[in-house]
């Protein structure tokens, strides 16, 4: 079964960029890689997607190298309003099932 | 665009007791997913409908679960008999027909459930 990996934790100061790591191993040949941050007492909401190579849009950029086995996800600029868990999300290769990251939990400082 | 809807926002229950849990999901979205979240760990994958069809029903932890959405429209979660360990954050997120499993979800705010 496909397993996703994510630190626990980590902190950052308003302004830097932040750079989040998931690894995914048997991750499903042809289904997306998604991020979805999460404040407390909301549903998650979807940051960013991507399939190979490099996505961006206005908020993040997504970085995955070409064997898929992992997944970077950038946030330029920080904020305090970052502070939140970010989950990475696959689809697993061997089952079809959705396998979440148990949560990157980023607390940004003034 | 009216988001995911999930009702109600918090219930408090006995165990034994049956609970229904609600999710309307964005109008037009074909897919709909139901997970749970017990304190403390990951998010679990529950179940996913293609319309009104089960595609995936593999995460329902037993047979005290049971899911249903009439009509390809809204989902219902029935809990019954409710245990002590099915406390948890019920979330339900819904997405266009894409390419995987993992393709943009959106998501409720989450059903609250607390057995006692």
């Known amino acids: 079964l496909a397993k996703t990996t994510q630190p626990i934790s980590m902190d950052s100061y308003e302004g ?18 998604t991020w979805y941050q999460q404040f407390p007492s909301q549903g998650p909401r979807f940051i960013i997607q991507g399939y190979k190579t490099k996505v961006t849009n206005e908020v993040a950029s997504l970085f995955i190298p070409a064997d898929r086995k992992s997944s970077t996800l950038s946030l330029p600029r920080v904020s305090l309003s970052d502070t939140a868990v970010y989950y ?5 290769k061997s089952n079809y099932q959705l396998i979440w990251g148990a949560g990157t939990k980023l607390i940004i400082k003034p | 665009e009216a988001g995911v809807t999930q ?11 049956t609970v229904t849990l609600r999710c309307d999901p964005i109008s037009g979205h074909d897919n709909l997913y139901w997970y749970r979240r ?12 293609v319309k009104e069809s089960k595609q995936d029903e593999s995460g329902m932890p037993n047979n005290r679960f049971l899911a249903e959405r009439t009509g390809g429209t809204y989902s219902t979660l ?25 393709y943009e979800q959106y998501f409720g705010p989450g059903t609250r459930l607390t057995v006692t």
Do not use: R, W
């Open chain 2, 78 to 102: 029935k809990v019954q008999p409710a245990e002590l360990e099915d406390s948890g954050v019920y979330f339900c997120a819904s997405s266009q027909h894409g390419e995987g499993l993992a």
């Open chain 1, 16 to 33: 830097q960029e932040v750079n989040i790591t998931c690894s995914h191993n048997n991750i499903a040949t042809n289904d997306y890689i």
């Open chain 2, 7 to 17: 009702f109600p926002s918090h219930s408090v229950i006995e165990k034994g007791q």
């Open chain 2, 38 to 49: 017990v304190m403390g760990k990951e998010i679990k994958f529950l179940l996913h409908f």
């Open chain 1, 88 to 92: 990475c999300l696959v689809g697993d």
